[in-house]
């Protein structure tokens, strides 16, 4: 199993920079893929940004240039640095993990989430 917490969320002014982190445990394979989701009030999740072990990222047009994803050295936790906030930011931001089956090695697929922390971007 896979277990991700989610810290780092707080009240930010716009303009303001924040830092998001995520530690990552249990089962972790080394080919996986690792995301930040975020959820407004009265909104769908949506997609922010990705991170492939393979060094690949993507964003959402909304955050590109001014979110940037990242992965520590141990490879234990995934960041997300947030610039140039604005009050649309406002969510609660959810860590994902996912890792592709391997039957020959009997690895099961794991889609993890975590419980999410709350970023507020004031006017």
């Known amino acids: 199993q896979v277990q991700l917490v989610e810290s780092g969320g707080g009240l930010v002014q716009a303009g303001g920079s924040l830092r998001l982190s995520c530690v990552v445990s249990?089962?972790?394979?080394?080919?996986?893929?690792m995301d930040w989701y975020r959820q407004a009030p009265g909104k769908q999740r949506e997609f922010v940004a990705t991170?492939?072990?393979?060094?690949?990222?993507s964003y959402a047009d909304s955050v590109k240039g001014r979110f940037t994803i990242s992965r520590g050295n141990a490879e234990n936790t995934v960041y997300l640095q947030m610039n140039t906030l604005k009050p649309e930011d406002t969510a609660v931001y959810y860590c994902?993990?996912?890792?592709?089956?391997?039957?020959?090695?009997?690895?099961?697929?794991?889609?993890?989430w975590g419980q999410g922390t709350q970023v507020t971007v004031s006017s």
């Open positions: 991170s492939t072990s393979g060094g690949s990222t």
């Open positions: 249990g089962s972790i394979f080394s080919v996986n893929t």
């Open positions: 994902h993990y996912y890792h592709a089956p391997r039957v020959a090695w009997g690895l099961k697929e794991a889609d993890y």
